[in-house]
C-alpha cells in the first residue's frame, strides 16, 4: 500500500537557512548588499557609507535575534522536561552536533579495505561476534556478565505466582501508534512511523489481532527480528572497529508489540515486588538522578557519622550483547515464574535475530546473532535488568547501586583496613562460582554409550576446583544427573540407539557449582526391536492383495527407517515364496492366484540390518467374478452363472447390488457380514445396499436367476426368513442395472472370501408376454396373468401383432 501510495522518491534538498533570521533581518540584508554592489561599482562614498551602517545593523539584529530563539529554546526544555531535547540543545550550542558518519578506511586483519561493501560486513561481523566472543575470553581475574548475573541461586518467586499473557487490547495498539514520534528511524520492513501514526484507527484492528495471536501461539514475528545497524564513531583511532558504537534500528511496529508486552510484564513484576529495589535503570520514576541522589546522601550520611566511605565502580564490557540467552530464559522461569507459552515466546523473541550493517550507504549481508539482548527494542533493557536482578543478593558487606549495567558498591567503616577487606570480600563473591567448563566434547558414540571429557573453567572462582556436576537429558527428560570427583571424563552406558541427548557440565568448589557449558549428540543406529505396527491385509480383487502398516513404536526403531520387507507365505510362519522391499507404509501384490489364502508379515530396516517382522496376517484373495449370462436379461430378471468353488466349503451367499450407471460398488472385502441386509431392506432404502439373493449350498446350482423368488435356503436367520413379502431373490426394477459377488464359507469358525463383483446386468425397460391371439379383446390385457406373476401394474401399454396367431 505505502509503496504504491507513498513510493519513495530521492530528492536534493537544500541547507535550512538559520531559524532565527526572520524575515526583516532579510529584507535589510538585501538592502546592504544593494549598497556594497553600487559602491564597489561607482566607488561612491554615500554607498559605502549606507553599506557600513546597514551592515552593523544587521550584525546588531543577527546578534539579538539569535541571543532571543535561543533563549526560547531553553525556556521550551525547561517547561517540556525534555532531557533529549536540553542535550541536543546544549550539544548545538557546544559544537558538538556536527558530525560526519562518512568512514573512509578501516583496518582489520592488518590490512586496511576502502572498499563500503568490505567494511560494512567486516563491522556487521565485529558487532554480532563482539559479544559471544567476550564471554568466551574468560581470564582468572576478570568479572563476566554470566559471573555477575548468577548471584545467589535461590528462587525469587513464589513458586505458586507465574506470569501470564492478557489479551492485548485494541485501544492499547491504537493508542502507541497515535503516540509515535515521527522523527523515528524506519527499519528494514521500510514502514515509517508517520504512515503507522496517521492509519492508527486502520492498522490498529489488524495489528492488534497478529500480536494476540503471537503471544497466544507463543512465536515471535521473524521479519520483526532483523535490525540495520549504523555504526557510529566514539573515539580513539577511527581505522578500528572497536571504537565504533553500533545503533541499532528495529522495525516500529515490533516496538509497538515490545510495548505491550513491557506493560504487562513490568506490571506483574512491580505488583509483586520481583525487582531489585537497588535498581535504577529503565525503570517509571528512577533515573540517573535518583542513583546519585542515593550513592551522595549514603556518603554524606557516612561523612556526619564520622565515618569513611569506599566505593567501587565496575563496568560490564558490552554488558547487553554478552548474555547468554540459556541462562536468561533460566532466570525467567525459576526465578520470575515465567514459563509454558510466555517462556516460548520469550525464547523466540531472543532467538534465530539477524541484523545488517550499513556503511556509507552500502550495506552488508544478514548475520545472525547468538548472544545478547535486541539492542534498540523496548524489551531489550528489562530482560538485562531481569538478568543481573539478583546481584545485590550475593553481596554481604557492601550496597550495591545500579543503572542498567553500571554498578558501585560501596561501604563505610572507621578503619581502612576493615573498609577495603569488605571491598575485596563482596568483589570476590560476585565472582564467586567457577566459571563454565572448557571444550565440552563426546566421542566414542555408539548405539548404547557414549564418552563425555572436557577441560577445567578459566576461573575456579574463589576456592579450589573440586568436582563436576553432570546432567544429560534425553527427550526433555532428565536422564542422568550425577557429581564427580575432579575427573574430566565420563562414560555413559544403557542410552537408547539413534536419540538425541543434551549433556551438561558445571564446575563446583565449596561455594557450589557455577555455570553450565551443553552440547548435545545422537546416539548410533541400531537395528530395529520391534515390527511395523497395524499391519493390515486388504483384498483388493482376485489377484491382489493390499497391505498397509505403520513404523515400529519409536523407542524400538533405532534409527531412521531406510525400508521396509514385505513376505508372503502360503502358510503361516512358512518360509517366503516371495518377498517385496519398499520405502513406503503400503504394498499392492500382485499376479496372486484367485481364492486362495496367502499370509502375510513385514519386517522394518534400518541402514544397520532387519528388525523382527510382525505377526502374520492371513487374507484370501477374491474368487473369480459370476458373469452375466448373454440371454438371460428380463423385465424384472437377470441371469448369471455362478462360480462353484473347486474347494470344499459350507455354503455361500450370492449378494446383489443396485449399480448407478452400471458401475462397481466400493470392493465386495470392505464389507462386513452385518452389512449385507434383506431384499426388503434394500427395496425400501434410498441408497443402494447389498442384499443377499440366495444362500446356496449345492455344488451343482451354477445357474442363478436374480429376481425369481427362489434359491432361498434354509441356513436363513431369524431375521432374513423368507416370507412372501419379505424374500431374498425377490424381483428387479425394470431398466435397472444389477452386480452380483459370491461370499463363500469354507467352514463352520465363519471364516470366508469373497469373488470379485460381476459385471453389470441391465434388466429391460419393458415386460414381453407371448399369448395367442384370440387372448386378446381390442385392447386389453388379461391383468390376472401380471397379478398372477406379482409384476408391477403395466404402464405405456405396446401390442405387437406382426406375428400371426400369436
Not at 70 to 90: G, P, R, T, V, Y
Not at 157 to 186: A, C, G, M, W
Not at 340 to 369: A, G, H, P, T
Not at 427 to 432: E, G, T, V, Y
Request: aromatic share 10%; hydrophobic share 30%; charged share 25%.
Amino acid at each position: 500500500v505505502l509503496d504504491r501510495h507513498a513510493p519513495l522518491r530521492r530528492m536534493r534538498t537544500r541547507g535550512n537557512s538559520l531559524p532565527w533570521i526572520s524575515s526583516d533581518i532579510k529584507g535589510i540584508m538585501r538592502s546592504r548588499d544593494f549598497h556594497k554592489i553600487k559602491a564597489v561599482r561607482h566607488n561612491s562614498q554615500s554607498h559605502w557609507t549606507k553599506y557600513k551602517e546597514l551592515r552593523n545593523k544587521v550584525n546588531a539584529e543577527l546578534i539579538k535575534a539569535k541571543r532571543n530563539y535561543f533563549c526560547n529554546k531553553i525556556e521550551d526544555c525547561a517547561q517540556s522536561k525534555d532531557i533529549k531535547q536540553s542535550w541536543n540543545l546544549i550539544n548545538h550550542l557546544m559544537g558538538k552536533n556536527v558530525k560526519s558518519n562518512t568512514i573512509s578506511q578501516l583496518k582489520t586483519d592488518n590490512s586496511v579495505i576502502s572498499d563500503d561493501k568490505l567494511k560494512s560486513e567486516a563491522f556487521n561481523d565485529f558487532f554480532v561476534n563482539i559479544g559471544a566472543k567476550l564471554a568466551a575470553e574468560i581470564e582468572d581475574n576478570s568479572l563476566n556478565t554470566n559471573s555477575f548475573a548468577r548471584g545467589d541461586s535461590r528462587p525469587t518467586t513464589d513458586s505458586n505466582l507465574f506470569f501470564k499473557f492478557s489479551e492485548i487490547n485494541e485501544d492499547e495498539v491504537i493508542y502507541q501508534l497515535r503516540s509515535l514520534k515521527i522523527s523515528k528511524s524506519t527499519g528494514l520492513d521500510n514502514i515509517p512511523a508517520k504512515a503507522l501514526k496517521i492509519s492508527a484507527d486502520i492498522v490498529g484492528p489488524p495489528l492488534t489481532w497478529i500480536f494476540n495471536l503471537s503471544i497466544k501461539k507463543g512465536e515471535y514475528v521473524d521479519e520483526w527480528k532483523k535490525a540495520w545497524v549504523t555504526p557510529i564513531y566514539k573515539s580513539d583511532d577511527r581505522l578500528k572497529c572497536e571504537n565504533y558504537r553500533p545503533i541499532s534500528i528495529l522495525p516500529i511496529v515490533s516496538k509497538i508489540l515490545e510495548r505491550c508486552v513491557f506493560n504487562q510484564i513490568y506490571k506483574f513484576l512491580n505488583d509483586n515486588s520481583l525487582l531489585s529495589k537497588h535498581q535504577h535503570g529503565f525503570r517509571p520514576k528512577h533515573s540517573t538522578l535518583t542513583a546519585l541522589t542515593q550513592v551522595c546522601d549514603t556518603l554524606y550520611e557516612n561523612m556526619d557519622n564520622g565515618q569513611l566511605s569506599g566505593i567501587v565502580f565496575l563496568d560490564i564490557r558490552k554488558a547487553f550483547d554478552s548474555i547468554d540467552h540459556n541462562i536468561l530464559l533460566h532466570k525467567l522461569k525459576d526465578q520470575f515464574g515465567i514459563s509454558d507459552i510466555e517462556l516460548r515466546w520469550f525464547e523466540s523473541y531472543l532467538n534465530n535475530r539477524e541484523q545488517v550493517c550499513i556503511v556509507n550507504n552500502s550495506m552488508s549481508s544478514s548475520k545472525r546473532i547468538v548472544s545478547g539482548v535486541p539492542q534498540g527494542s523496548i524489551l531489550g533493557p528489562l530482560l538485562f535488568l531481569l538478568y543481573i536482578n539478583n546481584l545485590p543478593e550475593c553481596l554481604q558487606k557492601t550496597t550495591p547501586y545500579l543503572y542498567a549495567d553500571d554498578t558501585q558498591i560501596c561501604c563505610s567503616s572507621n578503619s581502612l583496613i576493615e573498609l577495603t577487606e569488605n571491598l575485596n570480600h563482596d568483589l570476590s563473591r560476585i565472582a564467586l562460582f567457577p566459571d563454565k567448563p572448557t571444550n565440552l566434547t563426546v566421542t566414542n558414540i555408539k548405539s548404547r554409550s557414549a564418552e563425555i571429557s572436557w577441560l577445567d573453567p578459566y576461573n575456579a572462582g574463589d576456592k579450589v576446583l573440586s568436582r563436576f556436576l553432570i546432567k544429560m537429558k534425553k527427550e526433555n527428560s532428565l536422564f542422568l544427573n550425577t557429581t564427580t570427583n575432579k575427573v574430566n571424563k565420563y562414560k555413559s552406558d544403557n542410552l537408547t540407539p539413534f536419540t538425541k541427548y543434551e549433556i551438561s557440565v558445571a564446575a563446583g568448589n565449596q561455594n557450589g557449582f557455577g555455570e553450565k557449558t551443553i552440547t548435545s549428540f545422537v546416539t548410533s543406529e541400531e537395528a530395529p526391536e520391534g515390527p511395523p505396527l497395524n499391519v493390515t491385509v486388504t483384498t483388493e480383487s482376485s489377484s491382489s492383495l493390499s497391505v498397509t502398516w505403520e513404523p515400529p513404536e519409536k523407542v524400538k526403531r533405532n534409527g531412521i527407517i531406510a525400508s521396509y520387507t514385505v513376505c508372503i507365505s502360503h502358510e503361516e510362519s512358512k518360509p517366503c515364496f516371495r518377498e517385496h522391499t519398499t520405502k513406503k507404509k503400503m504394498i499392492v501384490i500382485d499376479n496372486l492366484i484367485d481364492s486362495t489364502k496367502y499370509y502375510v508379515r513385514v519386517l522394518a530396516s534400518t541402514n544397520v540390518g532387519p528388525g523382527p517382522y510382525s505377526e502374520s496376517k492371513g487374507k484370501f484373495t477374491n474368487g473369480k467374478p459370476p458373469e452375466v449370462s448373454t440371454n438371460g436379461t428380463k423385465y424384472t430378471l437377470s441371469t448369471f452363472s455362478l462360480q462353484i468353488p473347486s474347494r470344499n466349503f459350507t455354503y455361500f451367499y450370492v449378494v446383489a447390488l443396485k449399480s448407478k450407471d452400471g458401475k462397481q460398488g466400493q470392493s465386495p472385502e470392505s464389507y462386513g457380514n452385518n452389512d449385507l441386509v434383506t431384499y426388503a431392506e434394500a427395496r425400501t432404502s434410498t441408497d443402494p445396499k447389498p442384499y443377499i439373493a440366495a444362500i446356496v449350498t449345492s455344488k451343482d446350482e451354477n445357474i442363478f436367476i436374480l429376481g425369481d423368488g427362489r434359491n432361498t435356503s434354509y441356513r436363513t436367520s431369524r431375521r432374513r426368513r423368507s416370507t412372501l413379502s419379505d424374500y431374498y431373490n425377490g424381483p428387479l426394477e425394470p431398466g435397472t442395472s444389477y452386480i452380483i459377488f459370491q461370499r463363500i464359507f469354507i467352514n463352520d469358525k465363519g471364516d470366508y472370501y469373497s469373488t470379485d463383483w460381476s459385471s453389470a446386468s441391465k434388466t429391460s425397460e419393458y415386460a414381453v408376454f407371448k399369448c395367442p391371439a384370440q387372448h386378446l379383446h381390442g385392447s386389453l390385457v388379461p391383468y390376472n396373468i401380471v397379478q398372477r406373476l406379482g409384476l408391477p401394474e403395466p404402464e405405456d401399454l405396446k401390442i405387437d401383432t406382426k406375428d400371426s396367431g400369436v
